[in-house]
């Protein structure tokens, strides 16, 4: 019998299907943290983040024979966390969603995070820092693509956008980025 | 109190408990039968009201009526509404159902609307050409869809017969005959004569049970004529 850690995640779904559902399990330690972290995109907010991500592994479980065995799981999984997302977003109707606007973008101080320590750690901070103040249509291809380091048609799949509005969205939002950093963290 | 168990647990839990049940695959087999049937129907229903259109704007050319005295009113009356609006409610359908497939969020949307449109348009101009809604017109249950009236209190069409100077007879389908006037200032598009048994249009008024003509349309007779309004044009010899 194979060690669930040596399957891949289709073969995995295949047989959480057909044998032991118990096997689920596997699923969810495998993804747990990089959806967590592909959550916090939307939501910023570990415990919000957190109920994004049952809920996602609820839908994904229950619907598990309408995943298509052929394609790829990682792209049908991150595209319900997006889903559960964007919901959980409308639903709340509160300043996650209000960030997103440019005149959230102007009010915002540009003293935060002032007390960092150390060089790699001001830098992280500022790129987290300018992300957040990105539109959510340019900040999520970003992070899949940079961050979560998902392909250009796997991005297509979660986010279910044409493969040429997900490169236009990562060019202009690479073009937004670098403008947002010299503006909000440029050397006095 | 924070639950501090990890998430594979809370899950599996919920898996074990059957607080969370997995559809059975005949659901999602089920799903997809459903789509692909709501697809196919509404693409064949909106080619055929497309073509049901596309058939009654030509037998009736609604848009000559434009410019001409009383001319908005015989439009109104001759446009084919109910069709038009099958077959966008078609077309809403089809593109509606199509988003749901994989494949469509691939594409443009526009890309994929403009295709759908395109090829209903096509398939409405063949089921047109071969005669499928005079057909149609044949059945009680298409019928309603089909026809079209053939006069109204502003405007008549059917076919001319004892022509004289300033009169004829206008023979509408279904068998009536409306005896019709020129008036002085009666105008003929285009300013030919008038010949016996050709297909006109005729806007004016009723005065009492004749029609007094303040234009007059020179046709062809539509194709498919025959088939859909059983005339029987009264002719004295």
């Known amino acids: 019998m194979h060690d669930p850690g040596d399957l891949s995640d289709e073969q995995l779904v295949e047989k959480v299907r057909d044998e032991n559902h118990g096997l689920y399990r596997h699923i969810v330690e495998r993804y747990e943290q990089k959806l967590r972290r592909y959550a916090m995109t939307f939501v910023h907010d570990t415990e919000v983040a957190d109920d994004v991500l049952q ?5 994904a479980y229950i619907n598990l024979w309408g995943f298509n065995t ?11 966390v997006h889903n559960e997302a964007i919901n959980e977003i409308k639903k709340r ?8 606007t440019p005149e959230a973008e102007m009010v915002e101080s540009t003293e935060d995070g002032a007390d960092v320590t150390t060089d790699g750690n001001r ?3 500022m790129l987290e820092q300018s992300l957040e103040r990105l539109p959510l249509m340019y900040r999520e291809p970003l992070v899949l693509y940079y961050l979560e380091e998902r392909s250009y048609q796997e991005i297509v799949d979660i986010l279910h956008m044409p493969v040429g509005t997900v490169g236009t969205r990562i060019r202009r939002g690479l073009a937004l980025l670098k403008k947002i950093v010299e503006d909000h963290h440029s050397p006095l | 109190m924070n639950d501090r168990r990890s998430l594979a647990d809370k899950i599996t839990q919920s898996i074990n408990e059957h607080k969370v049940k997995m559809h059975p695959k005949v659901y999602f087999t089920l799903g997809s039968g459903m789509l692909g049937i709501g697809l196919a129907a509404s693409m064949l229903a909106a080619a055929f009201f497309c073509g049901v259109t596309l058939f009654r704007l030509r ?5 000559d ?11 109104i009356g001759n446009m084919p509404w109910i069709p038009i609006i099958l077959a966008l409610a078609g077309i809403i359908a089809g593109t509606w159902i199509m988003r ?4 469509s969020y691939r594409h443009a949307f526009i890309g994929i609307a403009g295709g759908f449109v395109s090829s209903l348009l096509v398939f409405g101009i063949v089921i047109d050409a071969v005669g499928l809604p005079e057909r149609a017109g044949e059945s009680t249950l298409m019928r309603p869809f089909v026809e079209q009236r053939f006069s109204n209190d502003t405007w008549l069409i059917g076919v001319a017969n004892d022509v004289s100077d300033d009169r004829f007879n206008l023979a509408v389908p279904r068998g009536d005959v409306i005896h019709v006037y020129f008036r002085n200032n009666t105008v003929i598009e285009p300013p030919i ?4 048994f050709e297909w006109v249009r005729v806007i004016g008024e009723w005065n009492d049970e004749t029609f007094d003509a303040d234009v007059l349309f020179h046709e062809l007779p539509p194709r498919g004529v025959g088939h859909i309004m059983r005339f029987q044009i009264p002719i004295e010899r």
């Open chain 1, 55 to 59: 809920n996602a592994f609820m839908k």
């Open chain 1, 70 to 80: 052929k394609k790829k799981f990682s792209s049908w999984i991150y595209r319900i």
């Open chain 1, 93 to 100: 109707k509160k300043e996650l969603y209000l960030e997103d």
């Open chain 1, 123 to 125: 830098t992280k901070e």
């Open chain 2, 59 to 63: 037998m009736h050319q609604p848009f």
């Open chain 2, 65 to 75: 009526f434009l410019g001409a005295p009383k001319g908005f009113e015989a439009f």
């Open chain 2, 100 to 103: 749901k497939y994989d494949f």
């Open chain 2, 193 to 196: 004569p008038l010949q016996e």
